[in-house]
């Protein structure tokens, strides 16, 4: 996958051709009917959903590692949080879809964490590792070589399916990522974090509302209907 500029300069994702366009696509989604014959009920549902998401098609045929691509890109429309020449940090980068528009936004400096493989990306330092690992904040920093302006979460704990313990689960991976903002961004930053709906997010609030000037939930409308996933878009930081 390569990055080429239109004829106003703005860079974009030029995919390989077995993947682009409706040909591409059409190749695709024959692969996924065979394979699907091998899978599980629970398996098939997925794969059935997935060549029925005009978003992954999207993806696919715009170059884009994910369909979470799209959820960063309407973010940003919405709430302006990518400012171009920006230093952002990705928490839970993998696979890498949200790193793309950074670079597409402008954004000169990003560093990546996943527990899983990033697939490299030319200009972004990207560290397979737990955030919770001694002395990762630090790597992060030292690789950015300045205060981000923008920090970013779409960490999610795996689910169990029990929707209050996936909830509680992935708002406290919000809030590891909200003490990381408030101890590293520069002044006037900003920060996203996805949290799944429910009761347990007051304290992260809070805590949000006392160091931002500008607190908001959102869903955008590339986040699947049946999804509990929310995002909390945290403006201005008061440093």
Same mark, same amino acid.
């Given at each position: 996958m390569t990055v080429e500029e239109d004829d106003k300069g703005r860079r974009r994702w030029k995919a390989p051709l077995d993947s682009r366009g409706p040909a591409g696509g059409r190749m695709m989604a024959q692969k996924e009917k065979v394979r699907k014959k091998t899978l599980s009920k629970s398996s098939r549902e997925w794969v059935d959903r997935q060549l029925r998401d005009p978003y992954v098609l999207r993806a696919q045929e715009e170059g884009y590692r994910a369909r979470a691509a799209f959820?960063?890109?309407?973010? *940003?429309?919405?709430?302006?949080?990518?400012?171009?020449?920006?230093r952002v940090v990705d928490l839970? =980068?993998?696979?890498?879809?949200?790193?793309?528009?950074?670079?597409?936004?402008?954004?000169?400096?990003?560093?990546?964490? *996943?527990?899983?493989?990033?697939?490299?990306?030319?200009?972004?330092?990207?560290? #397979?590792?737990?955030?919770?690992?001694?002395? /990762?904040?630090?790597?992060? /920093?030292?690789?950015?070589?300045?205060?981000?302006?923008?920090?970013? =979460?779409? /960490?999610?704990?795996?689910?169990?399916?029990?929707? #209050?313990? *996936?909830?509680?689960?992935?708002?406290?991976? %919000?809030?590891?990522?909200?003490?990381? %903002?408030?101890?590293?961004?520069?002044?006037?930053?900003?920060?996203?974090?996805?949290?799944? #709906? !429910? !009761? %347990?997010?007051? =304290?992260?609030? *809070?805590?949000?509302?006392?160091n931002f000037d500008d607190v908001r939930h959102w869903k955008p409308p590339s986040s699947r209907a049946e999804s509990p996933e929310t995002f909390v878009i945290a403006r201005k930081f008061k440093g």
């Open positions: 959820k960063l890109k309407e973010i *940003d429309e919405k709430f302006n949080i990518v400012k171009r020449g920006a839970g =980068s993998a696979p890498g879809g949200w790193l793309q528009v950074l670079l597409e936004k402008g954004a000169i400096r990003v560093v990546g964490v *996943d527990l899983l493989p990033v697939d490299p990306i030319p200009g972004i330092t990207i560290f #397979q590792a737990d955030i919770y690992e001694p002395g /990762m904040t630090d790597k992060l /920093m030292a690789a950015l070589g300045d205060k981000p302006n923008l920090v970013l =979460s779409d /960490m999610a704990a795996n689910t169990v399916g029990h929707k #209050q313990t *996936d909830h509680v689960r992935t708002v406290g991976l %919000a809030e590891v990522a909200a003490n990381f %903002a408030i101890a590293n961004l520069a002044k006037g930053g900003n920060f996203v974090t996805k949290v799944f #709906q !429910g !009761g %347990a997010q007051k =304290s992260l609030l *809070d805590v949000l509302k006392a």
